[in-house]
């Protein structure tokens, strides 16, 4: 629903949620894959993401909200201003993280945040994609500390609040190519460096 006026999601809808990405997880695990790649399709979800960021941050919305799918500056400050009117709203608490992701997130979000849970009981590593992946790993590692230790970051989006909640998270990017994009493509573009450095580990030969 409209965050800006009510709850994005009731706390039960975004359970639901999680519990459908943590399914997603075993599925692919049990299936046999042995890394994961997180990603999403939508539009507006910089602007939920950015919500949840400057909140779990505790950053001013208008230091980190950017252009999303390509808004101008009046688009940016009507972004902001949406934002800030859905915090004051809503007076999500950080320390309450699912209240966060219900007030001010979307199901794409919350089945992010799922589906990080369930890599991290599966023993999977999750390479993350761009700022709405960023904004699901600092709801998931609030929730389940432990998944932060499942989650590789690919690249450096030109989105202000992923560089925020990438430092949240103690993480820096891998790839620095100027994306400013989402759709898992930041996600996949990590794994020829990684099958590179598999690689080198494997089969390079001694010096000397």
Avoid: W
């Amino acid at each position: 629903k409209n965050m800006a006026k009510e709850p994005a999601m009731s706390e039960e809808q975004a359970l639901a949620a999680i519990r459908v990405g943590r399914q997603k997880a075993k599925e692919l695990k049990a299936a046999g894959y042995d890394i994961l790649s997180a990603g999403e399709m939508g539009i507006g979800n910089t602007t939920t993401s950015t919500a949840i960021i400057s909140v779990m941050c505790g950053v001013e919305p208008n230091k980190i909200t950017g252009i999303g799918a390509g808004v101008g500056d009046g688009g940016v400050r009507h972004k902001t201003q949406v934002i800030e009117r859905a915090i004051a709203l809503h007076r999500p608490n950080r320390e309450e993280p699912l209240a966060v992701l219900a007030a001010l997130g979307g199901f794409d979000i919350a089945a992010l945040c799922g589906f990080y849970i369930g890599a991290a009981e599966e023993g999977l590593p999750v390479i993350m994609d761009g700022v709405i992946s960023a904004a699901a790993a600092l709801v998931a590692t609030a929730l389940v500390p432990r998944v932060g230790g499942c989650l590789l970051p690919s690249h450096g989006s030109k989105e202000p609040a992923a560089a925020v909640a990438l430092f949240a998270l103690h993480m820096s990017p891998i790839l620095d190519a100027g994306f400013c994009l989402g759709e898992g493509t930041g996600a996949l573009a990590l794994y020829p460096l990684l099958e590179m450095g598999l690689s080198v580990y494997r089969e390079m030969g001694a010096l000397g």
